[in-house]
């Protein structure tokens, strides 16, 4: 393994644990930048651009949190056997639905109709 590589190992984000570490981070950032709005743009343009900052964090932590796989819980349920899953119907293959007249298709039914038999 590359030197590079075992330094990029260290920029991973692995676990849960770390994304609410990041995200604190993030927060706190944000609120220090919003300080400085607020100090800047005295006023509503200085409340709005300071609950903008702030909202980002949301939203990146939303996307964090989406990104690491929670951990496996090794509950009594793992142990319990699984049912076997019903197979998928396929789209692409025309069914004949029950109606009430049976499965026979529409044709059949009109009068004077009979199947065509070829020889």
């Not at 570490?21 to 400085?36: D, N, Q």
């Not at 300071?50 to 819980?73: I, M, N, R």
Request: charged residues 25%.
């Amino acid at each position: 393994m590359t030197m590079r590589m075992k330094i990029a190992r260290l920029f991973t984000i692995k676990t849960r644990t770390e994304v609410w570490l990041v995200i604190y981070a993030l927060a706190m950032g944000a609120v220090e930048r919003g300080r400085h709005y607020l100090e800047i743009y005295p006023g509503n343009m200085g409340m709005m651009l300071a609950l903008l900052c702030t909202g980002v964090v949301f939203l990146a932590g939303a996307k964090l949190l989406d990104s690491v796989k929670p951990p496996q819980l090794a509950t009594a349920r793992s142990t319990m056997p699984r049912m076997p899953r019903r197979p998928e119907l396929n789209r692409s293959r025309p069914r004949l639905r029950q109606t009430r007249f049976g499965s026979r298709s529409q044709i059949s039914r009109h009068k004077g109709s009979r199947p065509t038999i070829l020889p």
